[in-house]
């Protein structure tokens, strides 16, 4: 039970604001469609993995939050680079100097 309460406030401190983040800046960018489906690819893998990760090691989920909470690391920085997608998602949003606060 408490793991599903650490699991809610990652989704809700880290997954949604990561994924309403990527939407808007893959759309302020308009990036290519390949970008935004590889944004949508990386975020339908990357999200379960993260609530996953987070509800077996509360640790890492409190830590995590905490550091992209008060910006001292990204977001981004929790995403699996060899996921589906977030390879190029990364990419292109650090080459657009968007990799601080997502």
Known sequence: MFSEII???????IIEP???GIAERVAAAKAPTEIVRASQDCLAAEAPRLLDRATNDMGW???NAVSVSFGWSS??????TSAPGCAALVNVLKQNGDDSAV
């Open 75 to 80: 977001p981004l920085d929790l995403l699996d």
């Open 61 to 63: 989920a409190v830590s």
């Open 7 to 13: 699991a809610s406030i990652f989704s809700m401190l």
């Open 18 to 20: 990561l994924q309403a």
